[in-house]
């Protein structure tokens, strides 16, 4: 891996299976089923949800890397030289390869991901990229308590949580995340922040559930996951995704329906599902600026700036840590 030291502080494969099964087991035998959204970005599901944000229905992620180019000069200028970026789930580079290109002589780049082969990728890719760029990748699960090793500069520590990931957690959830990056990154530290804002039903659930089906394979892949690494066996074709805006809640919600009564079989438990029960698999809130502000508020962070695009799809936030 050229240009980067991989940190590792998290489980191994074999780690990462059983805390699957954990979760698998306690959501599946709730009387509610659910599944944790991060378990959708296993290697295949990674892969997917990049075809996902190629689709036209899926303005997010265009829409972001949009505000990201456009206010470029205003970012780098807020943000000031010297800066170390550290992304929380770095997805495929792009968006680092974004920030970092344009940021004044950044000191270094620090990926923090739980799957350690998307670190390698992320790593080499960014090494190649942006040339010059310390990369020092950390294997860890963003969403508990971590520390930052010590060779990571601690002056000037821009964390970095594009996509609308907040949008993943639950607000009480989403509090504790960002105090949590507060605590990784130190004191005068800031974040930027994407977001995505609250818009009508029709674009959002075609956005969620898109005409290719691409959406759909990203969620059974779930039910795929589980059958591979758990050897269950989930008859995948008799479930059908759905996507759903609660508008009481200002979330997208989506699930995993059961097309008939059927059962299925998970580390030696028997899973019943009666026809039309579903497993709930993700939620994706969207916010109101105000609302966005105050959950910063409460979680340590100052809103420095926002930008978002003409249509106010999406919005781009600069925080400073109180």
């Given at each position: 891996?050229?240009?980067a030291r991989l940190?590792?502080?998290?489980?191994?494969p074999?780690?990462q299976?059983?805390?699957?099964?954990?979760?698998?087991?306690?959501?599946?035998?709730a009387?509610?089923?659910?599944?944790p959204?991060k378990?959708?970005?296993d290697?295949?599901?990674?892969?997917?949800?990049?075809?996902?944000?190629?689709?036209?229905?899926?303005?997010?992620?265009?829409?972001?890397?949009?505000?990201?180019?456009e206010?470029?000069?205003?970012?780098?200028?807020?943000?000031g030289?010297g800066?170390?970026?550290v992304e929380?789930?770095?997805g495929?580079?792009g968006?680092?390869?974004l920030?970092?290109?344009?940021?004044?002589?950044?000191?270094?780049y620090?990926p923090?991901?739980?799957?350690?082969?998307w670190?390698?990728?992320v790593?080499?890719?960014?090494?190649e990229?942006?040339?010059?760029?310390?990369v020092?990748?950390?294997?860890?699960?963003?969403?508990?308590?971590?520390?930052l090793p010590?060779?990571?500069?601690?002056?000037r520590?821009?964390g970095?949580?594009p996509?609308?990931?907040?949008?993943?957690?639950e607000?009480?959830?989403?509090?504790?995340?960002?105090?949590?990056?507060?605590a990784?990154l130190?004191p005068g530290?800031?974040?930027l922040?994407?977001?995505?804002?609250?818009k009508?039903?029709a674009?959002l659930e075609?956005a969620?559930?898109?005409?290719?089906?691409?959406?759909?394979?990203?969620?059974?892949?779930?039910?795929?996951?589980?059958?591979?690494e758990?050897?269950?066996?989930?008859?995948v074709?008799?479930?059908?995704?759905?996507?759903?805006?609660?508008?009481?809640?200002?979330?997208?919600?989506m699930?995993?329906?059961?097309?008939?009564?059927?059962?299925?079989?998970?580390?030696?438990?028997e899973?019943?599902?009666?026809?039309g029960?579903?497993?709930h698999?993700?939620?994706?809130h969207?916010?109101?600026?105000e609302r966005?502000?105050?959950l910063?508020?409460?979680?340590?962070?100052?809103?420095?700036a926002m930008?978002?695009?003409?249509?106010?799809?999406?919005?781009v936030?600069?925080?400073?840590?109180?």
């Amino acid at each position: 891996m050229s240009g980067a030291r991989l940190e590792r502080a998290s489980p191994a494969p074999a780690g990462q299976r059983a805390a699957l099964r954990a979760d698998a087991l306690a959501g599946l035998t709730a009387p509610r089923k659910t599944l944790p959204c991060k378990w959708l970005y296993d290697t295949e599901g990674a892969r997917l949800f990049e075809a996902i944000t190629r689709q036209p229905e899926y303005y997010p992620t265009r829409t972001e890397v949009g505000i990201l180019r456009e206010q470029a000069p205003a970012i780098a200028a807020a943000v000031g030289p010297g800066a170390t970026a550290v992304e929380f789930g770095p997805g495929d580079g792009g968006k680092a390869v974004l920030l970092l290109s344009r940021l004044q002589a950044p000191a270094a780049y620090v990926p923090v991901e739980i799957a350690p082969e998307w670190l390698d990728a992320v790593a080499s890719r960014v090494s190649e990229e942006v040339p010059g760029v310390p990369v020092l990748p950390v294997v860890a699960d963003f969403a508990r308590a971590f520390g930052l090793p010590s060779g990571v500069p601690r002056e000037r520590r821009l964390g970095f949580f594009p996509g609308s990931t907040i949008g993943n957690f639950e607000p009480t959830e989403a509090a504790d995340l960002l105090r949590r990056f507060r605590a990784a990154l130190g004191p005068g530290a800031r974040l930027l922040l994407g977001a995505d804002l609250v818009k009508g039903r029709a674009m959002l659930e075609a956005a969620y559930d898109d005409a290719a089906g691409v959406t759909a394979a990203f969620n059974l892949n779930l039910l795929h996951r589980l059958n591979r690494e758990l050897e269950a066996d989930f008859d995948v074709p008799a479930f059908r995704h759905r996507a759903v805006w609660n508008a009481e809640e200002e979330r997208v919600e989506m699930y995993l329906e059961s097309l008939r009564a059927q059962r299925a079989r998970l580390a030696g438990r028997e899973i019943r599902f009666a026809a039309g029960e579903t497993i709930h698999t993700e939620n994706s809130h969207k916010y109101r600026p105000e609302r966005l502000e105050a959950l910063a508020d409460a979680a340590g962070w100052r809103a420095r700036a926002m930008w978002t695009d003409q249509g106010r799809l999406f919005s781009v936030w600069l925080l400073d840590a109180r």
